[in-house]
């Protein structure tokens, strides 16, 4: 693979206005079918195989017209202190805002009249209408939204305190001024990293194209699929940063070919055909643990996964053609004036002061236990929290306590009870009997607050039961009431609503994480086994990986449940954490953490096979890689941590999780846990069983091949280089 990648990157280079065209074709067509396509409305939620779905599935067939896909409203109004909803004068008010509403616009469906509904609490104090429209809420229009914030002006001039809750009023989310930032510190760094505005701006520009190629598709096919806003908005945020970590790689190797003397489209081949070679596994690694969230079985997460996989893709293919085709026109600018009298001076001076990853890479060594026990036992006192997660789904209940939707879910809660908010829809498959069989049962379950008459279909073989249950909808006395209505009830009888489906989806998302562990670690381990020609390398690889992201869940629990640092982090309430984002977390983070492992041992294994000792070889490794993965991380960070300002709880959690997993992963794991597991191990660290060896395909990741196919010898410059003091640290 190393030959093939080698003669992609010279012709790269060579055809390289044919190359960059290309690219900007693929971008403009991308761009003009984002373009051209009609506006993307809110993807469909489904559970398959849970009870709360056959129920939802079992409404949609029996009460045809009746589907619940159209956004609704429920508008609120609390009478002023010692007043009641009933006195004429506020009442008069609120059939006002009714009429208004119902005259609003033609996306809205029906208005319900309060005092016809039964929806006034029973001290009177409080009273809702509920709006239920003909679309979606994204395809809300902007008329329609002005008129239904608007519409409780007056009343709130009479003295009515009005709320408005539902998923009328969501908009496409928001990320903030943040995640330009993310971008900026990216650039900072790549400055510093490179010394060059050329070298630095190549992996920024390649990273936008891909990404802008990648969202401008999932826009464009985004009615077709059912995707949602939040896909390209994950598929932005891990397209950014392992774009920019690819191309940053490339580069970076490119530039070490330069200063060996290599003619510029020699080099240009060479840095595709080994680091190139590493682009392409960890891409591959990203890729599976991003397809494997399919095994979920759960629609939306596998079409985010898949969504965010084809970025990934996109952004190999562009590290291995577009990075070399630019490289190609930036000529001798890629290394800047101060970086070129540095590499002068380092190869004019054999005793030239060891870089700090040969200082760290040394201390390692002299300190490997040390370093092991303080890495594990600090992660493992971070990950203490992760003992106390919970799980949910977000409500209005979860909203900030100064937006509206918020204040209307509390004021329903007091003036109807906390259940109130998270009604469960009993769905019965039989006749009236058996629906009134069924509501004198539910009636006598602790818990209940409230049971409505069973409402048939119009063939009378269906009914649908509203039970009101006493506590909050994210509760355990509400899960367990749930439960009980199941367990007591046979195959006919199913509960719904979002409360239930919130509960399903928790119990589905728990389930299928083991499997899920099993499938991409089994599969990358595998791969890695390939790639580094040993058992406990990749062993020791996803172990670390199960330690670093079983710290950063313990820190999601901290911030977003427990609320430490909340304000630092701009969480402004908080509650259960997202029922997808351990699962989602588990499968970016074990990506992106193989990514580094890749790019950092694949230095080590071919130091190791050029001849180098263990130890010698760990040096080697963390003298040439060192710095890049250190930038890498800190870009990865940086890109992230902007999503930390979206507006959306589920962006700013997965922002917030993906960018310190990266820190715990890259500097705790990768940079000290695993050169001193390494150093431990010595040479049992390359060992693979000889009957596995002649089994397993050999893709010479490191370039050895290529090595003698060029020319070089035995490639054993590396070790020529080291130190006499690396030689007696490996020997002590």
Do not use: C
Request: hydrophobic share 50%; proline share 4%.
């Amino acid at each position: 693979m190393a030959t093939f990648l080698y003669k992609m990157g010279r012709f790269a280079f060579r055809r390289r206005a044919f190359v960059a065209l290309a690219w900007v074709v693929l971008l403009a067509l991308a761009g003009f079918g984002a373009a051209s396509a009609s506006t993307a409305t809110s993807s469909s939620f489904s559970i398959p195989g849970t009870e709360a779905q056959k129920a939802f599935d079992l409404l949609e067939e029996r009460f045809p017209g009746g589907s619940a896909d159209g956004a609704t409203a429920r508008v609120v109004f609390k009478a002023p202190d010692g007043q009641k909803m009933t006195d004429a004068a506020h009442k008069a008010e609120v059939k006002k805002v009714v009429a208004e509403l119902g005259d609003s616009s033609d996306q809205v469906a029906s208005v319900v009249d309060p005092y016809r509904g039964k929806a006034v609490s029973r001290d009177g104090s409080t009273a809702y209408t509920q709006v239920t429209y003909k679309v979606s809420g994204m395809e809300l229009t902007e008329e329609t939204r002005e008129a239904l914030t608007e519409a409780g002006d007056e009343a709130r001039d009479a003295g009515l305190t009005v709320e408005i809750g539902g998923d009328a009023l969501q908009a496409v989310p928001e990320t903030g001024s943040s995640e330009i930032v993310g971008v900026v510190v990216a650039a900072i760094v790549l400055v510093i990293t490179f010394g060059s505005l050329i070298a630095a701006g190549l992996p920024l520009l390649t990273a936008i194209i891909g990404v802008g190629i990648g969202v401008s598709t999932i826009a464009a096919l985004a009615n077709v699929l059912d995707l949602g806003s939040t896909t390209s908005t994950l598929a932005m945020m891990i397209g950014l940063a392992v774009g920019i970590d690819y191309a940053l790689f490339i580069v970076s190797r490119y530039r070490a070919e330069l200063a060996e003397g290599r003619e510029r489209e020699d080099a240009a081949g060479r840095a595709v055909g080994t680091a190139g070679s590493a682009v392409v596994f960890a891409g591959l690694t990203v890729v599976i643990a991003l397809v494997g969230l399919a095994v979920v079985n759960i629609p939306m997460l596998s079409k985010m996964g898949f969504a965010a996989a084809g970025t990934v893709v996109i952004a190999v293919l562009i590290a291995l053609t577009l990075v070399p085709a630019l490289l190609g026109f930036a000529g001798a600018k890629v290394v800047g004036r101060k970086a070129r009298k540095r590499m002068e001076s380092a190869s004019q001076d054999a005793d030239a002061k060891p870089n700090m990853g040969t200082r760290w890479a040394r201390f390692v060594l002299r300190r490997p236990v040390a370093v092991l026990l303080a890495g594990v036992v600090g992660l493992g006192i971070i990950a203490v929290p992760a003992g106390s997660l919970e799980m949910g789904l977000p409500d209005d209940g979860s909203q900030p306590v100064s937006t509206t939707q918020r204040k209307a879910y509390d004021l329903l809660s007091d003036g109807f009870g906390p259940g109130f908010n998270g009604p469960l829809m009993v769905v019965v498959d039989g006749d009236e009997a058996a629906a009134d069989a069924t509501v004198k049962q539910v009636q006598g379950m602790d818990g209940v607050a409230a049971v409505t008459p069973p409402t048939p279909n119009k063939a009378g073989d269906t009914a649908v039961i509203t039970v009101v249950p006493k506590d909050r909808p994210s509760s355990a006395g509400t899960e367990d009431l749930v439960h009980s209505i199941r367990d007591s009830s046979g195959d006919n009888v199913l509960v719904t609503g979002a409360t239930a489906m919130n509960i399903d989806f928790s119990q589905k998302m728990n389930d299928a994480l083991l499997p899920y562990l099993a499938l991409v670690v089994g599969l990358a381990f595998l791969l890695l086994m390939v790639v580094f020609r040993s058992v406990l390398v990749p062993l020791k690889a996803a172990l670390g990986f199960l330690l670093s992201v079983v710290a950063a869940l313990g820190a999601v629990v901290a911030v977003f449940q427990w609320g430490w640092l909340a304000d630092v982090f701009g969480v402004e309430q908080t509650g259960p954490v997202m029922s997808m984002m351990p699962i989602f977390m588990v499968g970016v983070v074990f990506g992106l953490a193989m990514d580094y492992e890749v790019f950092l041992v694949t230095r080590m294994r071919e130091a190791y096979v050029h001849g180098e000792r263990p130890g010698q070889a760990i040096v080697t490794g963390f003298k040439h890689g060192a710095r890049v993965v250190v930038a890498a991380a800190v870009i990865m960070i940086a890109v992230f941590g902007g999503f930390i300002g979206s507006s959306e709880s589920m962006i700013k959690m997965i922002g917030f999780g993906l960018a310190i997993a990266v820190f715990f992963d890259a500097f705790v794991v990768r940079m000290a846990i695993v050169p001193a597991v390494l150093a431990l191990l010595g040479k049992s660290a390359w060992w693979l069983p000889r009957w596995l060896d002649k089994a397993l395909p050999n893709v010479d990741v490191e370039g050895e091949q290529l090595r003698k196919e060029l020319g070089d010898g035995d490639g054993r410059g590396d070790g020529d280089a080291s130190s006499e003091g690396e030689r007696e640290l490996v020997r002590a």
